[in-house]
């Protein structure tokens, strides 16, 4: 299945999604090309539109996810690292990883500045919809995002995803109380594949926007 744009994929995923049109509800974006998919989304049901920035951290030389910072400082891992794997990659490349870690925070801090691009108080006792444009075997977006929400009583964690790689769909079965997708992949090429029109808006743009959005809903 391929898609127009976003903003398409984002229409076809809200029709999926009715059944939440008078819940409690909060849109979570992943990420740039999230926020365009989930824009329609919250729009159809009416509800806040947020987003969760990380900054993922690649293992030297090798061009694996060790796993991604969160706008809140907070480190996760790659799900998909077991933790002998995660000890050893730590032993050997400690240093680098630190720093990267550093540099990665002070980088999403000044992104972000004075505003936020999401808020805890909004999410408490929602249904939260997390959004991706897509989703391959690299989740560490996904799993920051489910680090974060863990200090916050929510109503429903729900998933929603136009693309999706089925090695991604057990572990999603297994984290969330629903889950919508509207394709699965048995070999994911990459999310920009699967569209025709691949125009982002810078992460600066989007962070304005979101803040907007927020500001409006508070």
């Known amino acids: ?5 976003r903003m398409h994929a984002g229409e076809l995923l809200a029709e999926k999604l009715a059944q939440y049109r008078y819940d409690n509800c909060a849109v979570v974006a992943l990420s740039e090309g999230g926020v365009l998919v989930g824009e329609q989304i919250a729009v159809r049901l009416h509800c806040v539109l947020m987003m969760l920035l990380s900054e993922g951290i690649e293992i030297p030389g090798e061009g694996l ?16 690292f077991s933790d002998g794997e995660i000890d050893g990659y730590t032993n050997e490349f400690h240093s680098y990883l630190e720093e990267q870690k550093r540099e990665a925070y002070q980088k999403l801090n000044r992104l ?15 249904t939260v919809i997390l959004v991706s444009d897509g989703l391959g075997d690299n989740l560490s977006a996904l799993d920051v995002a489910l680090g974060f929400l863990k200090s916050i009583r929510i109503e429903r964690l729900v998933v929603a995803v136009p693309v999706c790689d089925v090695s991604a769909v057990d572990r999603l079965h297994i984290t969330v109380d629903d889950l919508h997708i509207l394709d699965v992949k048995g070999n994911y090429m990459g999310t920009d ?3 025709e029109d691949n125009l982002l808006p810078s992460r600066e743009e989007t962070v304005q926007k979101i803040n907007q959005v927020i500001l409006n809903w508070r």
Do not use: C, P, W
């Open 65 to 80: 996810s060790f796993g991604a910072v969160s706008q809140s400082g907070d480190f996760t891992y790659n799900s998909a």
């Open 1 to 5: 299945m391929y898609f127009e744009s």
């Open 193 to 195: 594949h699967y569209y």
């Open 112 to 126: 972000i500045g004075d505003g936020g691009v999401i808020d805890k108080d909004m999410l408490r006792d929602r």
